[in-house]
């Protein structure tokens, strides 16, 4: 009963560390992982506090997934989160087995419970950390009276094995025991419970200890299997790193047992304490893990990607959108996020190939009013096979990934949502209309009225050309530049543009250059042009303008005066068959 106490008190710890998983948690990772000395302090304080490598291993892999963190990130933190783990060692041997923490059990029960029925969500963390200690307390006090009552009955240090054999066997059993619970730190409590009844013998508990050290990789594997080639190379380093220590600690044992002898006896620690000889173990052999490993973690990161290698990925499908984001909101947003870059690079080739050009003809050398302007071949690009193919499918897995986000829409993550969804509803909008323009546009190029050829050859120019400043723009935000065209410049300029193509279209049938359901045509065309850059605005701007730096630079930017306006708007005002 003892151990299943526990283990619901671990689970009721974890689901109330959960609770605080709505940004603070996310944005301190982030913030604490630019290094490999922040990143494993941050997993040894996390899982310290948390007393949950396990729950600290997902946040990671989903983190990882989500292209939060790099590869090198997350394995510091999983050796820092081997170092905290023995924490949970130290707590069990020096205060619960010494301490009557029985007594503390109840009051926090009591005061858990009542917390845990409050609908702020805070609150209700709370509540759940508290009950989680409570049965955790709980579970030491009735295993240590399970093993005293089992004492009378029969001693299983009769049972004990000595040598090599023991050190093996007691080694597959924890490694056993741990997979099976899936908690090093219930195994850790079963083997210093039993130890400090002499239910087993030091020699044997040390094997156990370094069993469930390997064990406890399983549940991260077992995590890993739902995330993408990161987290699943996230996983084999936690496997490879706890393996390694593991041999290291079987090979070296009677060398570290020597070492925690002198390190005990410095500290003070009686000589017959073994539950606390047994921490200090723990914690010596995962330190010398880390020591040993932690300069060749470079090496590590490239060996995993050699040996779990990306599966060539399908374009068409989505490529961040994994069931291990879900659980976190900031790995939901950034999950979104990145998938919706990936929806808008498919729609940008919808609409470049609708005009003949490629995305390619953006970032060369060649003049985009040049390419529009000698490009008459006749372009038959099917719209609606292209969305099929290349938007549906993930503009789908979007919207469901959105809705089955198991978080509060109270949260400001919920709104980050909702703007990301509005964006690839925009996108897919300019798409739709780009199809309503292409009919006349394909005509327009067969026309014997070079007016009207002229005409739509701006319009054309004006999309391509508003593409190619989204991208110089999205390419100066990543590089960490200064953007030298505010997007707020382009949104006036489009406005302007409106205003100059209805001017000129006026014109033109007053001049009677062109007809007047010629010019009826171009006017809703014209209409067309303007939603779709307006939408392709909207959309990058949710994209690539998307966290507080950035913003902050960007409206520096926004005091631009009136010319930087004027000139992009004779760039695109200016006849299509002007030289450069």
Same mark, same amino acid.
């Given at each position: ?41 941050? *997993? +040894?304080?996390? =899982?310290?506090? @948390? !007393? /949950? #490598? ?6 990671? %892999?989903?983190? &990882? $997934? ?107 059993? *924890? +490694?056993?025991? =741990?997979?099976? @619970? !899936? /908690? #090093? ?6 083997? %210093?419970?039993? &130890? $400090? ?384």
């Amino acid at each position: 009963m003892g151990i299943s106490i526990f283990l619901f008190g671990m689970l009721s710890l974890e689901q109330g560390f959960k609770a605080f998983t709505g940004g603070m948690l996310e944005r301190i990772l982030q913030k604490t992982t630019d290094t490999t000395w922040k990143s494993l302090s941050f *997993g +040894i304080v996390s =899982t310290t506090l @948390m !007393q /949950s #490598s396990t729950l600290v291993s997902i946040i990671t %892999i989903s983190f &990882l $997934s989500a292209g939060l963190l790099d590869l090198i990130a997350g394995i510091g933190i999983i050796f820092g989160a081997n170092l905290g783990s023995t924490t949970g060692a130290w707590l069990i041997a020096g205060l619960g087995l010494k301490v009557k923490i029985s007594a503390y059990a109840m009051p926090m029960l009591v005061f858990g419970v009542l917390c845990s029925f409050q609908n702020n969500k805070q609150l209700k963390g709370i509540g759940y950390i508290l009950t989680g200690l409570g049965f955790l307390f709980l579970g030491i006090h009735y295993m240590k009276e399970s093993f005293e009552t089992f004492e009378n009955t029969i001693k299983l240090a009769d049972y004990a094995i000595p040598g090599l054999k023991g050190l093996l066997i007691y080694t597959l059993v *924890g +490694i056993i025991a =741990t997979m099976i @619970m !899936q /908690s #090093s730190h219930a195994t850790l409590v079963l083997i %210093i419970t039993a &130890l $400090s009844v002499h239910q087993i013998t030091y020699d044997n508990a040390l094997a156990l200890a370094i069993g469930s050290n390997i064990g406890t990789t399983f549940t991260a594997v077992i995590g890993s299997l739902r995330a993408n080639v990161q987290g699943k190379r996230l996983a084999g380093a936690h496997l490879l790193f706890n393996l390694l220590t593991g041999i290291i600690a079987l090979i070296f044992i009677r060398e570290f047992i020597i070492a925690v002898d002198m390190i005990n006896a410095a500290l003070g620690i009686a000589a017959a304490d073994n539950t606390l000889k047994l921490a200090t173990f723990h914690s010596l052999f995962n330190l010398v893990g880390v020591v040993i490993m932690l300069p060749f973690m470079n090496h590590l990161a490239a060996l995993l990607e050699k040996i779990v290698v990306e599966k060539r990925p399908n374009l068409f499908r989505p490529k961040y959108l994994n069931s291990s984001a879900t659980g976190f909101p900031e790995t939901v947003v950034e999950s979104v996020r990145l998938e919706s870059i990936h929806l808008y690079e498919h729609g940008i080739h919808i609409i470049l190939h609708t005009f003949g050009l490629r995305k390619r003809n953006l970032s060369d050398q060649s003049d985009l009013k040049q390419l529009i302007e000698h490009n008459n071949e006749p372009v038959e690009y099917d719209i609606d096979a292209g969305y099929e193919k290349r938007i549906k499918g993930i503009y789908s897995a979007i919207i469901a990934f959105i809705s089955q986000a198991n978080f509060t829409w109270e949260m400001k993550q919920s709104s980050k949502l909702t703007w990301l969804r509005d964006a690839n509803r925009m996108l897919v909008e300019a798409i739709k209309d780009t199809k309503h323009l292409q009919k006349n546009w394909g005509r327009s190029r067969t026309s014997k009225n070079q007016a009207t050829r002229d005409e739509y050859k701006k319009i054309a120019y004006q999309i391509v050309l508003l593409i190619q400043q989204i991208e110089k723009f999205r390419q100066e935000i990543a590089e960490n530049e200064l953007p030298l065209l505010s997007l707020d410049v382009l949104k006036a300029s489009i406005e302007d543009e409106d205003m100059q193509m209805n001017r000129s279209i006026d014109t033109l049938i007053r001049e009677r250059k062109i007809t007047p359901e010629t010019g009826s045509s171009l006017i809703n065309d014209s209409t067309y042009m303007y939603n779709i850059k307006k939408n392709l605005i909207k959309t990058a701007e949710t994209l690539f303008v998307h966290d507080n730096a950035n913003t902050m630079r960007i409206e520096q930017q926004l005091a631009l005066n009136e010319a930087e306006i004027k000139e992009v708007v004779q760039a695109v005002d200016a006849p299509i068959t002007d030289n450069p």
